[in-house]
């Protein structure tokens, strides 16, 4: 294994209280790895001792493996936070033959209180679980899309929940070949400019974005996607740009939102 521990983004930054269970003792041998099955994606990873490796296999997210770096490692401790918001502490000791190198973990009672993320009062189940909802919304209609190549994104849907937005977007394909999404950026730019005037512009990084997963959209399929922003308003001579680039191709498509359009958002009040 390698000497690795993985590390995550700003967004993963955690407040306590969290929601915690008892030390679990853990056993680690040198010569054999651990695997540890959680039943969120990992977001989180602190080592108490450099003496214990761990790391996230690639092609997952919920599977920790850990190992003793050397034999007789002395007692240290390891903590994992998941993307439900449950935190998970080990007494890790070292073991020349552990007994179990495979262990599943079950989430912590729902008695105890999640983690959460900084900046919002949500964490990553509660995101998936309102965006999710938000799927199936198809109340709202603002006249804003765009069209490039039989590729079409139409917002529908602007919502407010605690201090975020939430954006609704369909994104729908009448061309034969597919229309594979690769990137999508988030801009708060000047409304008009002058040939003598740079122009201004800032990029918004997303909460949280729903859908974004199923990138490959076949003739006649569409896609919701729902994009969890941190509030905010935009002044008269301000637009924020949603723009949606499409991978190995030039179907780039660009919508323009108005600040009254955010203005409009609708409360979600019976949501968790």
């Known amino acids: 294994m390698k000497n690795c521990l993985l590390l995550f983004p700003v967004l993963l930054l955690l407040q306590l ?4 269970q008892a030390p679990l003792v853990l056993e680690l041998s040198h010569q054999k790895t651990t695997s540890l099955l959680f039943p969120f994606s990992i977001k989180s990873v ?4 450099p003496d214990v490796l761990a790391q996230v296999p690639d092609a997952v997210e919920n599977i920790l493996q850990v190992k003793a770096a050397r034999a007789a490692i002395p007692e240290t401790n390891l903590t994992v936070i998941t993307a439900d918001g449950s935190l998970y502490s080990f007494d890790v000791r070292y073991a020349a033959a552990p007994p179990v190198t495979q262990l ?6 729902a008695h105890t209180h999640p983690a959460r993320f900084r900046h919002t009062p949500f964490h990553e189940a509660q995101l998936r679980s309102i965006t999710g909802q938000l799927v199936s919304d198809e109340r709202f209609y603002y006249g804003i899309r765009a069209k490039d190549g039989q590729a079409k994104a139409r917002l529908e849907g602007v919502y407010l929940h605690g201090n975020l937005l939430f954006l ?6 009448q ?9 999508i950026r988030f ?8 040939r003598r005037t740079a122009r201004q512009e800032t990029e918004i990084t997303p909460v949280y974005v729903h859908g974004q997963e199923d990138q490959v959209l076949g003739t006649g399929y569409q896609q919701v996607l729902v994009f969890a922003l941190d509030k905010f308003t935009l002044a008269r ?7 949606l680039f499409e991978r190995q191709g030039s179907r780039h498509l660009q919508l323009r ?16």
């Not at 609704?168 to 394909?173: A, D, F, H, K, T």
């Not at 001579?237 to 949603?242: A, E, G, M, P, R």
Request: hydrophobic share 45%; charged share 30%; proline share 7%.
């Open 17 to 20: 209280p969290a929601r915690a």
């Open 187 to 194: 801009s708060v730019r000047d409304r008009k400019t002058t």
């Open 104 to 109: 599943r973990l079950e989430a912590p009672t």
């Open 168 to 173: 609704r977007v369909v994104l729908s394909n």
């Open 257 to 272: 939102i108005k600040g009254r359009h955010l203005l409009q958002a609708a409360a979600l009040t019976l949501l968790p």
């Open 237 to 243: 001579d301000k637009v924020l740009f949603l723009e």
């Open 175 to 183: 061309a034969a070949i597919p229309y594979e999404l690769d990137f």
């Open 46 to 49: 602190d080592r108490g001792s």
